[in-house]
């Protein structure tokens, strides 16, 4: 049973526009929470993270929230570029100090069209 | 080059056959992870290690071992790969934040 899911396998938005990925989650007992970005051919790289502490994080043009009562987190990016275009990861970890031991959903594809 | 470096990067094999995957880093990280990536489902740990004496099953292990050579080294083995195991594999470093630093990938075809 999947327990962190990207229900959106693919998002598109025009450049310059607000992209929102969205990622649910079942146990209520991870606490901390991350986004990977991936492009054809390489490796996901880190994006941003959460601890199940905050609500919200942002970075840049990025942030990330999280609704524990819905078991609900998404991802802003804003403005979007076209370099934005890639695969999406959440992913969630049990407890912060597992680490790298990670629960991933299945990725959201976004293309940011000029 | 490289901080997180993936043998061979593509690799087509038979039923049946031994397969190795090696994994090497510079970031001088004690933490590594095998993960592998399948469409529509994410990535799924197979085996990770917090140090040279540490091997720990992840959630898909089974038909896979693997072997921590060296802080730098991690390798992952198929003894008998079947073609369900065909995917892209992943090796990955960590510090104990989370933040995992991912190799390019090994696509692995079993025939």
């Known amino acids: 049973d999947q327990q962190v899911k990207q229900n959106s396998p693919s998002l598109s938005v025009q450049e310059g526009r607000i992209s929102i990925l969205n990622c649910d989650y079942t146990?209520?007992?991870?606490?901390?929470f991350l986004w990977y970005k991936k492009y054809p051919a390489e490796g996901p790289t880190f994006l941003i993270s959460?601890?199940?502490?905050?609500d919200k994080n942002e970075d840049g043009r990025f942030t990330v929230f999280l609704n524990k009562s819905a078991k609900h987190l998404s991802l802003h990016i804003v403005p979007s570029q076209p370099g934005d275009s890639a695969v999406y990861f959440c992913?969630?970890?049990?407890?912060?100090?597992?680490?790298?031991?990670?629960?991933f959903g299945q990725g959201t594809e976004l293309s940011v069209k000029p | 080059d490289a901080d997180v470096t993936q043998t061979p990067r593509n690799r087509i094999t038979k039923t049946g056959k031994r397969i190795m995957l090696e994994c090497s880093q510079t970031k001088g990280h004690d933490r590594m992870y095998w993960y592998r990536q399948d469409p529509g489902l994410g990535l799924r740990l197979i085996y990770y290690?917090?140090?040279?004496?540490?091997?720990n099953k992840g959630e898909i292990s089974d038909g896979y071992s693997v072997s921590r050579q060296a802080q730098a080294k991690f390798s992952l083995s198929l003894e008998s790969a079947i073609p369900n195991q065909t995917a892209l594999y992943f090796c990955a470093t960590e510090m104990g934040t989370g933040e995992l630093f991912f190799g390019e990938g090994s696509r692995l075809t079993v025939l």
């Open positions: 992913a969630a970890s049990l407890f912060y100090n597992q680490g790298g031991k990670l629960i």
């Open positions: 290690s917090f140090d040279v004496k540490d091997i």
């Open positions: 959460i601890s199940s502490i905050k």
């Open positions: 146990n209520s007992m991870f606490d901390y």
